[in-house]
């Protein structure tokens, strides 16, 4: 295997090995480096004390109670952290007792998946638990019992499938079942930590296959209940031309939404979990999710906060799932369009149609965008460029002079940009007979 190691590992290897202590690089930059993939975190693992490794680096850091420190380099910061072993876990998170080694195979050990247990030097690949050969044969195998290491960490049962996602692994059977009988264990976990490893998975090539993969676990029941409850209710009626099940539709959005956003992948996942809510039946046999919008934004709503999502992140999962189901209508008001830009967000505009056409697509509609979406796209373009001034106001200084019986001056300058500060807010209120009202109000 031909790699080249940026010069600033090879002189962090030089240093260390050369001050007589071992030094290795570790976990998922040696992955990386054998599939030929970028490197984001250059990780090493080093017999020295974090005092030795500071006087060896003057400019390192100490960077926490396990003794990394870190180096700053234009790779970003490399963390050499002294080699240890774990003692027994008291809880699905936490190591009782960590202990430092001079064995690097023990180092390796404690680590969760083979083809995260490798370690390289400047002479030797060590790979005690054939993590080479997973590599090779695109496996995701826990290193040792693979359900005694999920229940010392249950952050592990998600890493399995988020790495399996991210590197297009399959993960090998014993270490999935015992994924699907520790899957409950997910629970201890933190809203924060379920995030970040949901959001990798949805920030991968293929986060359809990470999603399925997460529901096989029986992972995705517990992490979106809500989302579980829209398998098994078909949409099936004569009003429509398909059939499918509100579940699988929702997985083929999320395949087919044209973008790469995280959370716009997501918004696609959960655009329809407001329709178990709002079923109903009608007597023609016709199915309906009225109001299913409505309901969908408040779900949405609450799994943010569980997933402690961001104040940006949670207003913009609840802006396309509340206002997923708008209209296209070319021929709307310049005023219903800026509504509509105004209730979903100059900046969430793209990836709404972004949502509708993965929408359709996973629909099973074959065109992605119809020419009615062309033409309403067209339309947002032309009433962005068109700057709103007050001479758009449905009422003019005439109407003013005229409503309160007065002379032209000041006062209706002002009475006009007084209006037009509200229809700024609320596109809605250009309306010439509310308009006409308003003007003796605020006189
Ligand atoms: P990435 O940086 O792309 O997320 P990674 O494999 O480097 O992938 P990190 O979370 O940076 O993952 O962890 C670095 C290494 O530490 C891993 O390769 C693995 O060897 C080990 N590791 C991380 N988390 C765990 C865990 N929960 N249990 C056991 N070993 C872990
Ligand atoms: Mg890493």
Known sequence: ????????????????????FQIYIVGGAVRDLLMGREINDWDFTTDAKPEEILKLFPDGFYDNKFG????????????????????????????SEVSWTNKIEEDLARRDFTVNALALSREKMVDPFNGCQDIEKKNIRAVGNPDQ????????????????????????????????ENAELIKEISGERIRDELFKILASPNPYIGIVKLREAGILQIILPELERTFGISQEGPKHARSYDIGEHSFLTLKE?????????LAALLHDIGKPDTVEVEPDGNVTFYNHDVAGGKLVWEISQRLHLSKKQSDKLYKLVRWHLFSVDEKQTDAAIRRFIKKVGLENIEDMMALRVGDRLGGGTQKAVSWRMEKFTERIHQVLQKPFTVSDLKISGNDVMQTLKIQPGPKVGEILDTLFAEVLEDASKNNREYLLKRIKEVA
Do not use: N
């Open 1 to 20: 295997m031909e790699y080249q190691l940026p010069e600033k590992v090879q002189q962090i290897l030089e240093t260390v090995s050369q001050a007589g």
């Open 149 to 180: 290491r999920f229940k010392e960490d249950a952050l592990r049962l998600m890493r399995a499938i988020r790495i399996a996602t991210q590197l297009g692994f399959e993960i090998e059977e014993k270490t999935f079942q015992a994924i699907r």
């Open 257 to 265: 939404t044209p973008t790469q956003d995280p959370l716009v992948r």
């Open 68 to 95: 990394t420190v870190g180096i700053p380099s234009d790779l970003g910061v490399l963390e050499i952290t002294t080699m240890r072993k774990e003692g027994i876990y008291k809880d699905a998170r936490h190591p």
